[in-house]
DNA sequence: CCGTATTTGTTCGTATGTATT
DNA sequence: CAATACATACGAACAAATACG
């Protein structure tokens, strides 16, 4: 077989036709092309179309009567006891994901519901594929952080599959502006980050870097909290002063922009960093650099992970509800699941956050 | 079709395959003759023998492996296809819990398997309750992280019901010594805990504290070797010198018996500890004692893991091979799902762990 | 009720691809 | 490398159930 997806014919027929089924567009009872009409449109054998649909009769998406045709079946039967959740993050690191995975868990297991975890590792298409396979694997719900979600969602098409086959889904941390109608249990980013950066503009700093994430609407909503925060105090907004990083270069870009500031002599008096991980990291930068924290330069973090507290200085931080995030999502949820009609009703909460003043800032 | 029983021929095939394997004529992995000499034999095409060997593989009779043959499956219990593998781990924490965790994810995955995750809070009835939960719930394997291993396990039951409906389990971390001869991931702990030691004690340090867990094995295990290296410098084992502690009061009973020891005016050159969160805090207590690591007492941890860099005095500890351990946890469990004896084959890997040298520790 | 067209079900033959031994 | 075994694919014929005029 040398087809350019290196896939047998029968198989990519089975799958287009799952995908049918599972995007709508084949309704349980509607009845597909009959096996010659299949054969003769796509060019293939009826052997070839036969073994396709076969499987599918096989896994329950199709049946077949004899001398009428061949039908989409109903597969929402089981579909309401298999009493698993669905959890898929974009990274399972030691950040702050266990705490909000500890905090789904503790509601989750008092009521008697499993998590099958998945991670996507920030990929669009994995999370893709992971929809799928939990649709398949018949979730009652799903919680799920979204991938990249400052960029516009390719995977529509796939919420709406679950939309269509009644599974309820509540999205944490972020959520895709094509789908804001959707249950989400968030930070409320921008009035955190405006909560750091004022009390920074209070402290006396005028020259406030801000770094942020690109390609995540939390990083998004925070770099407007920073420009509000800024307004207040009439400082000028000045873009040299702004770092933006993606996922892929979280690492190296944020110290390196930092560094190249310092040594151009910029003048530099705090740094608002996007999350403590970077705030660390900076810290760090600094350190080496000869620059000392508070008293030279003031950072501040966000999420009040272990990291701000570890942090040779410790780190003022805002504070993210961990635990408490995991679990309002996974009462909202379950609730969506009894909820025969959840879809009109979302449930929006925006966690209030508080600035958590420790050691990395001093008045300038 | 107008056969004597007016059934088709491949179903009569079938049926004649499937009473074989039932009257234990074909035993499992037995191989039956190949396509095309059954065609032969009985005077039928090849095809429609592939269509009756296709039925039995689909129920689970037979299956088969390209350019090998076909071969009669081991069946006394249905072997379900759920492809989901169900995790049980003692904590949810941002411990080692996260790299451990993605290990085993990044295997699973490629294999499109999907992790049904529990944590008991170490809590050995709750692992009962979560065994019996996964049974139910059609997992192909479990990996289990031991409740409480140092205790006689009062769960045999329900690990015997595992091995009686065929779902095999790896241990990681620990082990039951009920259960010694099943499948285990662990590290050498006692060989860990005397490459610290000895280091201490090659540092000049005779006066050592040895911290331990006292409720899972890994505690007894790194106990043995803390006493082994000891004996190796003729150092006598003093109980005084060692502190247990359980589950329940991990966060208080440490820090309170080194305090007493000190105030006591007892002398102390070094304490190596159970882990690195357990040094992390003495390096605290310390700390707040006036006392200054390494200058006054050395302290080592175990586990390698972030805490261990993040403290302001980068600990002396062992390392724990977190996201390979999850990986060959992970692999050793897909190898037995597709074994069919693999209750005969236990894979037991003990990992041999390195010491990690940084600043917490001095000469005397 | 009959006949015809349509649709799925069964069977055969043939050819070629690919993994294992 | 050759032989063997399973995997994919095409084409053809006939059987059996159904729908409809």
Not at 203 to 222: P, W, Y
Not at 342 to 350: D, E, G, Q, T, W
Request: overall charge negative; hydrophobic content about 35%; some cysteine.
């Amino acid at each position: 077989m040398h087809n350019e997806e290196s896939q047998a014919k029968y198989l990519k027929l089975k799958e287009y036709i799952k995908n049918e089924i599972l995007m709508g567009r084949l309704k349980p009872g509607d009845q597909i092309p009959s096996e010659n009409a299949l054969a003769q449109m796509l060019s293939m054998s009826r052997n070839t179309v036969r073994k396709a649909i076969s499987i599918l009769v096989n896994e329950g998406y199709l049946y077949t009567e004899h001398g009428r045709g061949t039908y989409c079946r109903d597969r929402n039967i089981n579909r309401k006891t298999s009493r698993n959740i669905g959890v898929i993050t974009t990274y399972i690191s030691e950040y702050i994901f266990p705490k909000v995975i500890q905090g789904i868990d503790s509601v989750l297991a008092q009521n008697k519901y499993s998590i099958i975890l998945k991670n996507t590792g920030n990929d669009v298409e994995k999370e893709a594929a992971y929809i799928e396979e939990l649709l398949d694997k018949d979730v009652e719900g799903l919680i799920i952080e979204p991938t990249k979600s400052a960029l516009f969602s390719c995977n529509l098409k796939y919420y709406e599959a679950l939309d269509r086959n009644n599974i309820p889904y509540v999205f944490i941390h972020g959520y895709y502006q094509q789908l804001e109608n959707r249950s989400q249990i968030i930070l409320d980013d921008e009035d955190g980050m405006y909560c750091a950066v004022n009390y920074l503009a209070e402290l006396g700093h005028r020259n406030i870097v801000g770094i942020f994430k690109a390609d995540d609407i939390q990083g998004v909503n925070r770099h407007k909290g920073y420009a509000r925060a800024l307004a207040k105090h009439d400082i000028p907004y000045d873009p040299g002063y702004v770092i933006w990083f993606h996922t892929e270069d979280r690492l190296t870009k944020p110290s390196y922009a930092v560094k190249s500031m310092i040594s151009a002599g910029k003048p530099v008096d705090a740094i608002s960093c996007y999350n403590d991980q970077i705030a660390f990291n900076i810290y760090e930068l600094l350190r080496d650099l000869g620059k000392s924290v508070p008293e030279d330069i003031s950072i501040t973090g966000f999420d009040d992970s272990y990291l701000s507290v570890n942090c040779p200085v410790k780190l003022t931080t805002v504070r993210h509800p961990k635990e408490e995030l995991g679990e309002i999502a996974a009462k909202v949820l379950l609730d969506m699941v009894a909820d025969n009609d959840y879809l009109s009703n979302p449930v929006k909460k925006i966690i209030k956050p508080e600035l958590i003043i420790r050691d990395s800032c001093a008045k300038r």
